[in-house]
């Protein structure tokens, strides 16, 4: 979300928890969504997942956002509903349990956020892509440039800041101006799927997007058929970039974006012949309590895929060396990759300007 000029809602002081903070309806959508996990794997389900925490058994890991870290806090709320005090205080029924932040500029396994190479590929293809896209639709950018205030017809890439901005606008206030309405959601959403689609634009572009998190999972699963790893199940907090590219990274057919609290479930099954197979489910939103289980193409057609054929599907999408395949290629992006604030400054422009407009506000 990125609040523009001309938004009823542009004051820190409009929204009840602040800005880029997880609401009350996102909460407990997150604790509902946990709650169904338990019911699905626990005890009166699958009997997959014991009752009561154990770190043995369960971990959660979060990008190093505020809202993903809360909905990760509620979501393990909701899977592990306090029955007892656990020694704390008799009044009180709440299980700390341990959210994993994966800081934004650290190289890992998990979301490899950090990665010159990636900006520096997406920095190109959205100057030609938006600029294409603001030469197909000329009367629409300068409308919403007018209308809005932000200088959309300078930086194109703005307009998917501003249909982000207009659907959390429509999902949380009930409401957005009446001059958004012709536009919202469509066409604007257009342009919001671009940007999700362009990161598993190709196949070096998905090794370091949906890659880091699929060679996670898929290592996991390794080492659990190994025993090498008891750990029940692992859950990612993150955002729907994230999980687009996962979808899209599978090959699975997209009819939506993806909502708030969606998810896609990795599921691992030991067969009678010691073999191992996978289930892939996706989650669509609130209220969603019977995910759909999806058919990975070259899977032959079941939605159990061998774990081999599984590895084998994925295998061109797994980075190898994330850090050395995340440096970038011209010397203007290596030179500037040494200097992380400028980097952030010149190639991330949209999250800075976010974090300043916010301050000025505040201000």
Known sequence: MMAYPTSPYSNETDWKEGFEQLTVRGMKSHFEFGKWIMDHYGPNGLKFLPPEYNQRDY????????????????????????????GIDESIRWNAIPVRSIMVNEYDTVFGQFCPALTEILDK?????????????????????????????????????????LRVEKSVKGKIPGWAEPIFPSPMDVFFKELLNEYTDNEKITRLTAGPTLKTIINAMVNNTRGEDEVKLYSFSAHDMNVHSIRRALRVPLSELADYTSAVIFELYKGE????????????????????????????????????????????????NLEKECEASTEEFKELSKDEPTFKKKYKYPYNVKRDYYRRKRN
Request: net charge positive; aromatic share 10%.
């Open 273 to 320: 012949m010691n073999d191992h197979y996978v289930k892939v489910l996706y989650r669509s939103g609130p209220g969603d309590t019977e995910p759909l289980g999806l058919v990975i193409p070259g899977c032959g057609g079941s939605q159990f895929c061998t774990l081999d054929r599984f590895i084998e599907v994925t295998q061109n999408l797994l980075p190898g």
């Open 125 to 165: 293809l959205r100057k030609e892509r938006f600029g294409n896209m603001k030469a197909k639709y000329p009367d629409l950018f300068q409308y919403a440039q007018q209308k809005s205030g932000m200088k959309i017809l300078e930086n194109p890439f703005l307009t998917v800041f501003l249909s982000d901005t």
């Open 59 to 86: 971990r959660v890991y979060s990008t190093d956002t505020d809202r993903t870290i809360q909905s990760a806090l509620a979501n393990s709320a909701g899977i592990y509903v306090p029955r007892t005090s656990r």
